[in-house]
């Protein structure tokens, strides 16, 4: 397992922008890990958003492709979300999760073995 920590969230009016990031604790585990962000809304499962794999190919969800980009900011050493066009719907706890190399799609949580804290994110209407 690795330490991952998430920043970032906060509230913000349907439309606007939010940047997450989450520090991973080796530079090495952040370029080459295959890392993704899951969300999670009162009550229901957590799903899937984006995800990079160690190819550096990203993956998203239908709920927010064309809206959502994950990268890795080699400077930083963090793994980030930017999240644009925001809905009352992409309210939740959004959490940052790493497991060891992958190639492909990898947006089930039970695919993951190292998560962070979360952080909120909330969007009014």
Same mark, same amino acid.
């Given at each position: 397992?690795?330490?991952?920590?998430?920043?970032?969230?906060?509230?913000? @009016? $349907?439309? +606007?922008?939010? &940047?997450?990031?989450? *520090?991973?604790?080796?530079?090495?585990? !952040?370029?080459?890990?295959?890392?993704?962000?899951?969300? @999670? $809304?009162? +009550?229901?499962? &957590?799903?899937?958003? *984006?995800?990079?794999?160690?190819?550096? !190919?990203?993956?998203?969800?239908?709920?927010?492709?064309?809206?959502?980009?994950?990268?890795?900011?080699?400077?930083?050493?963090?793994?980030?979300?930017?999240?644009?066009?925001?809905?009352?719907?992409?309210?939740?706890?959004?959490?940052?999760?790493?497991?060891?190399?992958?190639?492909?799609?990898?947006?089930?949580?039970?695919?993951?073995?190292?998560?962070?804290?979360?952080?909120?994110?909330?969007?009014?209407?």
């Amino acid at each position: 397992q690795v330490q991952l920590v998430e920043s970032g969230g906060g509230s913000v @009016q $349907a439309g +606007g922008s939010l &940047r997450l990031s989450c *520090a991973a604790a080796s530079r090495l585990i !952040a370029e080459s890990h295959c890392m993704a962000w899951f969300r @999670q $809304a009162p +009550g229901k499962e &957590r799903e899937g958003a *984006a995800s990079i794999d160690t190819g550096g !190919a990203t993956y998203y969800a239908d709920s927010v492709k064309g809206r959502f980009t994950i990268f890795r900011d080699n400077a930083k050493n963090t793994l980030d979300l930017q999240m644009n066009s925001l809905k009352p719907e992409d309210t939740a706890m959004y959490y940052c999760a790493a497991r060891a190399r992958c190639w492909g799609p990898f947006l089930k949580s039970s695919q993951y073995n190292s998560w962070g804290q979360g952080t909120q994110v909330t969007v009014s209407s």
